[in-house]
């Protein structure tokens, strides 16, 4: 058997979407695949090989070649800047980034403070928009920053907005719609053409099936 096909993905939502997408686009994913808690997952059927990893992870596997393929979120692929190839908008997961704070305050005009996990998206943002801004980075719980006066804005992922309401917290700027992309190293690209081009293309089909419905 030929060496298995390995494809990095986040757990969560955007793992349930891309495992619907791979079976609505022909491939035989067995019904334990959406319940593991394995880290590593191998398909023999398909002769593929899943790699379960945090969001943040999925590039840089990618990048240093662990992983031929991978499905990350443009937001990921904004903040780490990998050398990977980016070759088909998968349209799931779909959100955006964006400036948030408590309602009607101004950030403050001596180096305002801005809270995120993504610091150099946040960095570049900022930067085009002439301010100059201190970045603090956070690992979860960015909501935060503002109620207890860490941070003036925090630049973060909205969905729905629910979170930020919730949190008594408005939306002031959207800097960049997100969706989930897929990923590939490019040694892998060369090396596994005929079979990644494959996968590319069924899952590519799918994708104009339904922007026609």
């Known amino acids: 058997m030929k060496e298995p096909l390995t494809i990095a993905m986040p757990k969560g939502r955007i793992f349930e979407e891309a495992a619907a997408l791979l079976r609505e686009a022909g491939f035989k994913l067995p019904p334990e695949f959406d319940d593991s808690r394995k880290l590593i997952i191998d398909v023999e059927e398909e002769n593929f090989r899943f790699i379960l990893a945090k969001p943040m992870d999925v590039p840089t596997y990618v990048e240093h070649g662990v ?96 979170t930020l309401v919730e949190n008594g917290l408005v939306e002031y700027e959207q800097i960049v719609d997100i969706t989930s992309r897929l990923i590939v190293n490019p040694v892998s690209y060369r090396m596994k053409d005929k079979r990644i081009s494959e996968l590319v293309e069924k899952i590519a089909d799918v994708l104009k099936q339904k922007a026609t419905v």
């Open 67 to 162: 992983a031929d393929l991978g499905i990350a979120g443009k937001d990921v692929m904004l903040e780490e800047e990998r050398d990977v190839y980016e070759v088909l908008d998968l349209k799931i997961s779909q959100c955006y980034l964006a400036v948030a704070g408590l309602p009607n305050t101004k950030m403050n005009d001596v180096a305002p403070k801005i809270a995120t996990k993504y610091p150099n998206v946040a960095s570049t943002y900022f930067r085009e928009q002439g301010e100059q801004v201190e970045i603090i980075k956070l690992n979860g719980s960015i909501e935060l920053a503002p109620l207890i006066g860490l941070a003036d804005r925090i630049v973060d992922i909205v969905s729905t907005g629910r």
